[in-house]
């Protein structure tokens, strides 16, 4: 795992108060205990922190965390880019 | 009051402490929970400033993350911490932990002004940094009702809870409301009380602003007393009917006997004497306490030149100079500072305690009489022992806003 989604999975752990152990990349959202109300926290913050706009139906619960992370990742790039 | 309604459970944070026993305990012991704090208004403010407050005593987020087993963090403003935190305590006194309360339970509790550490932050984000959002849980943190949200999610109150707002009132007309709930057989149990978390770098300017604040301490009826000192925190109290408390074999700490409420309906700032005065007659008439022996009686005291001479005066007019003499007065404002719409909540557990314990608490920061405030039975110095088996609860708001409450043991 890259050293950024290190950082997203902890700005993930913090927002929504989940414990760090949990938050394996195969697992689904909603499997991890990340609600509706927790996602919209989580991507507050990461928006905050890496200055980009995540779109409201960006991930579905049932995505595994691995795939938010790529996600995310994809958007940081784009706007590195 | 027809059915009679006992206190089968306390829970306080404060300056004092972070349970009632420790708040109980420093209280008694003069151990000041006041200390001079530095509040930084940040980058985008004018900086610092210094004033005296009764900050919370030690972490309630962690001492909660701790009794609960998981993490609380950040999802709650600290005002809804408060409430909790007391909520937690009192119902694991009163054997109410680890089921779900139903819908015979309510939750009442009151505070002044809402979440304002999240709203501070939230505009710091928007007129400060000029972010273009605010953080989406904004709404729900900030608003006045979500320590009763947050309480009824955790312990399963499904029956009626809500919130009550009377500035420094509030925690006592919740008190009030719990009671007449319980009285009016909407429940069977009640968790009442409030919390306040103003002492925020906006909060203290507010309260500056209104120059209602002291630099120096906060004096309850002493001469020289130049205002109030901010202090934050909550405290709840578990109110049962006496027959389901009984059937369930919980100990009773003590007994609600009534609340009584008025407002002055004259000046923002300014106390009149009559409503004061009514409040507490309701109160004690309800608890049969007007020609009781001795009552103590924990003031609203804040230390204001203002509400000081007028409660002294709304306690002689009650109960008549030689009466009032008998009654030990009490002002814990002086030691935890004022928790504004929680503190007839954290009041109450003190004096719960204190009846308990046969002891009054000294008022602190007295430097002599004030004649404007006439002849009072102060409790000073020292802790001072008291036959006293009832209480009454002063606490009155600006917008003349007025409550008293009368418990016994």
Redesign the interface.
Same mark, same amino acid.
């Given at each position: 795992m890259s050293g950024r989604d290190e950082e997203l999975i902890e700005i993930i752990a913090e927002e929504a108060l989940i414990d760090r152990a949990k938050l394996d990349p195969a697992a689904k959202l909603e499997d991890i205990g990340l609600d509706s109300v927790d996602l919209v926290s989580v991507i507050f913050a990461i928006e905050e922190k890496y200055g980009i706009e995540i779109a409201e139906d960006a991930f579905d619960r049932s995505d595994t965390l691995g795939v938010v992370l790529a996600k995310i990742d994809a958007l940081i790039d784009a706007k590195a880019a | 009051m027809s059915e009679p309604i006992v206190v089968t459970g306390l829970g306080c944070v404060c300056a004092l402490g972070l349970s009632a026993d420790e708040s109980w305990s420093a209280a008694r012991d003069a151990d000041t929970g006041i200390h001079v704090h530095d509040f930084d208004t940040g980058p985008n403010g004018p900086g610092v400033r210094t004033y005296p407050a009764g900050l919370v005593r030690g972490d309630a987020t962690a001492a909660l993350e701790a009794a609960f087993g /998981? /993490?609380? @963090? @950040?999802?709650l403003d600290p005002f809804a911490i408060f409430a909790l935190k007391a909520a937690h305590e009192a119902l694991g006194q009163a054997g109410l932990l680890g089921q779900r309360l139903g819908e015979r339970a309510a939750c009442v509790m009151g505070n002044g002004i809402a979440g304002i550490q999240t709203l501070e932050k939230a505009y710091e984000r928007l007129f400060g940094l000029k972010?273009s959002?605010v953080?989406?849980?904004t709404v729900p943190r900030v608003m006045v009702s979500a320590p009763v949200s947050a309480v009824a999610m955790e312990f399963g109150v499904t029956g009626p809870v809500f919130a009550t707002s009377s500035a420094c009132a509030s925690a006592g007309h919740a008190i009030a409301q719990g009671g007449a709930l319980i009285a009016g057989g909407l429940a069977d149990i009640a968790i009442v009380g409030g919390s306040e978390a103003m002492a925020t770098p906006g909060g203290m300017r507010s309260w500056e602003g209104l120059q209602a604040m002291s630099e120096s301490g906060c004096r309850p009826f002493s001469v020289g007393r130049d205002g109030m000192v901010i202090g934050e925190g909550g405290a709840a109290l578990v109110l049962e009917r006496e027959s389901h408390a009984a059937a369930r074999g919980a100990k009773v700490l003590a007994r609600y006997l009534g609340g009584g409420m008025s407002s002055d309906a004259f000046h923002w700032t300014q106390p009149s004497l009559e409503g004061p005065v009514s409040a507490m007659r309701q109160a004690c008439e309800a608890a049969g306490l007007l020609d009781a022996g001795e009552i103590l009686i924990s003031a609203h005291g804040t230390g204001t030149p203002l509400n000081d001479k007028n409660e002294a005066a709304a306690i002689r007019a009650l109960f008549g100079e030689a009466g009032a003499q008998a009654h030990p007065v009490i002002a814990t404002k002086s030691a935890h500072g004022h928790v504004i719409g929680g503190s007839a909540a954290v009041q109450a557990v003190i004096a719960l305690k204190a009846l308990e314990a046969g002891l009054a608490p000294p008022i602190l920061g007295y430097l002599g009489p004030d004649p404007e405030c006439g002849e009072l039975n102060l409790v000073l110095g020292e802790a001072r022992p008291i036959k006293a088996r009832a209480a009454l609860v002063n606490a009155f708001a600006f917008g003349g806003l007025n409550c008293a409450l009368a418990f016994g043991i």
């Amino acid at each position: 795992m890259s050293g950024r989604d290190e950082e997203l999975i902890e700005i993930i752990a913090e927002e929504a108060l989940i414990d760090r152990a949990k938050l394996d990349p195969a697992a689904k959202l909603e499997d991890i205990g990340l609600d509706s109300v927790d996602l919209v926290s989580v991507i507050f913050a990461i928006e905050e922190k890496y200055g980009i706009e995540i779109a409201e139906d960006a991930f579905d619960r049932s995505d595994t965390l691995g795939v938010v992370l790529a996600k995310i990742d994809a958007l940081i790039d784009a706007k590195a880019a | 009051m027809s059915e009679p309604i006992v206190v089968t459970g306390l829970g306080c944070v404060c300056a004092l402490g972070l349970s009632a026993d420790e708040s109980w305990s420093a209280a008694r012991d003069a151990d000041t929970g006041i200390h001079v704090h530095d509040f930084d208004t940040g980058p985008n403010g004018p900086g610092v400033r210094t004033y005296p407050a009764g900050l919370v005593r030690g972490d309630a987020t962690a001492a909660l993350e701790a009794a609960f087993g /998981r /993490r609380i @963090g @950040g999802s709650l403003d600290p005002f809804a911490i408060f409430a909790l935190k007391a909520a937690h305590e009192a119902l694991g006194q009163a054997g109410l932990l680890g089921q779900r309360l139903g819908e015979r339970a309510a939750c009442v509790m009151g505070n002044g002004i809402a979440g304002i550490q999240t709203l501070e932050k939230a505009y710091e984000r928007l007129f400060g940094l000029k972010a273009s959002k605010v953080h989406p849980l904004t709404v729900p943190r900030v608003m006045v009702s979500a320590p009763v949200s947050a309480v009824a999610m955790e312990f399963g109150v499904t029956g009626p809870v809500f919130a009550t707002s009377s500035a420094c009132a509030s925690a006592g007309h919740a008190i009030a409301q719990g009671g007449a709930l319980i009285a009016g057989g909407l429940a069977d149990i009640a968790i009442v009380g409030g919390s306040e978390a103003m002492a925020t770098p906006g909060g203290m300017r507010s309260w500056e602003g209104l120059q209602a604040m002291s630099e120096s301490g906060c004096r309850p009826f002493s001469v020289g007393r130049d205002g109030m000192v901010i202090g934050e925190g909550g405290a709840a109290l578990v109110l049962e009917r006496e027959s389901h408390a009984a059937a369930r074999g919980a100990k009773v700490l003590a007994r609600y006997l009534g609340g009584g409420m008025s407002s002055d309906a004259f000046h923002w700032t300014q106390p009149s004497l009559e409503g004061p005065v009514s409040a507490m007659r309701q109160a004690c008439e309800a608890a049969g306490l007007l020609d009781a022996g001795e009552i103590l009686i924990s003031a609203h005291g804040t230390g204001t030149p203002l509400n000081d001479k007028n409660e002294a005066a709304a306690i002689r007019a009650l109960f008549g100079e030689a009466g009032a003499q008998a009654h030990p007065v009490i002002a814990t404002k002086s030691a935890h500072g004022h928790v504004i719409g929680g503190s007839a909540a954290v009041q109450a557990v003190i004096a719960l305690k204190a009846l308990e314990a046969g002891l009054a608490p000294p008022i602190l920061g007295y430097l002599g009489p004030d004649p404007e405030c006439g002849e009072l039975n102060l409790v000073l110095g020292e802790a001072r022992p008291i036959k006293a088996r009832a209480a009454l609860v002063n606490a009155f708001a600006f917008g003349g806003l007025n409550c008293a409450l009368a418990f016994g043991i």
